[in-house]
């Protein structure tokens, strides 16, 4: 992976600027040393705190893969919320290295535990009940926005992107990680999990989003990877028939304007409604006309 390094003047020190990026799952990175051993010590500090460890599922890859773009921000501080974080160690991991961390969930199901895990760790987050649908926090609040296998579970992916864009500052990151399904290459994915994405789809969310750098939805999928990944991927159970993905999506310039923006969308919202079964590609370019109208 690579990292552009600049130098701030203002706070006389380098900062890391991360580019757009997105990936396939690779067999070549979960197996490396530096994956392993991030995973060793993530699991490690999972069972210290009374918290989950990975050993054959896909974090195995996409907790280093996170971690590789974020280690450059440690101790400053950064904002970072996270979408459906149950029993994961990981954002309280994010914590203990100098991020300003927010855990959510969509119910008030894991918030003895995580009020048990703070008091027994020392480890301070905030703990909210948030649905990544309707994010109750202010417009550009946060630096980072990370969602680790949430998006294939949530039904309107393309409303969630956009709140993860309203609620990121300019220049800040959204980083996800999905599970794909590419029916080309024999892939079935289990109903129970809900509704996978394919990668045109993913694509399609983030050329559609006017508050992300477009780069990111031209540049290619590794899809020479597929096939060892999902072998590997099936390997761990006999209903992991997909691949993993992630992306980092950098907030552009753009500002969000909060009362027009909302009325458009509801607006264009029941005309995509009214053509569900007829010219949605046209309610579509409506719906991505006019939001970028509401931009300056």
């Not at 757009?20 to 210290?48: T, Y």
């Not at 905030?126 to 990370?146: E, G, M, T």
């Not at 909302?262 to 370019?285: P, Q």
Request: one cysteine or more; aromatic letters at 12%; glycine letters at 6%.
């Amino acid at each position: 992976m690579s990292q552009i390094i600049a130098n701030d003047k203002s706070k006389k020190k380098q900062v890391y600027v991360i580019p757009s990026h997105k990936q396939i799952a690779c067999v070549e990175q979960l197996k490396s040393q530096p994956w392993r051993e991030f995973m060793s010590e993530l699991n490690s500090f999972g069972s210290d705190i009374g918290l989950e460890q990975y050993t054959a599922t896909s974090r195995v890859w996409e907790y280093p893969w996170i971690w590789f773009h974020l280690r450059g921000y440690i101790d400053r501080q950064f904002k970072l919320l996270d979408i459906g974080t149950q029993r994961s160690p990981f954002p309280w991991f994010l914590a203990q290295n100098g991020f300003d961390v927010t855990i959510s969930d969509a119910t008030d199901y894991w918030m003895q535990q995580w009020e048990s895990v703070s008091q027994s760790s020392g480890i301070k987050v905030d703990r909210k009940r948030l649905d990544a649908q309707y994010i109750k926090l202010s417009p550009a609040s946060l630096d980072v926005y990370l969602s680790v296998s949430v998006l294939e579970h949530i039904p309107n992916k393309e409303r969630t992107l956009m709140e993860a864009a309203r609620v990121v500052k300019p220049g800040g990151l959204v980083i996800l990680t999905f599970d794909v399904c590419q029916e080309g290459f024999g892939m079935k994915y289990p109903r129970k999990f809900d509704k996978a994405v394919t990668l045109e789809q993913i694509d399609q969310l983030i050329e559609g989003n006017p508050f992300f750098d477009q780069d990111c939805g031209q540049i290619p999928w590794n899809e020479g990877d597929i096939q060892e990944y999902l072998h590997w991927h099936l390997s761990t159970s006999h209903y992991h028939n997909y691949v993993t993905a992630a992306c980092v999506l950098k907030r552009n310039n753009f500002q969000w304007k909060e009362r027009r923006f909302r009325g458009v969308e509801v607006a264009v919202g029941i005309i995509c409604s009214k053509l569900r079964y007829g010219t949605i590609d046209t309610a579509r370019n409506i719906w991505r006309y006019l939001k970028r109208k509401c931009i300056r």
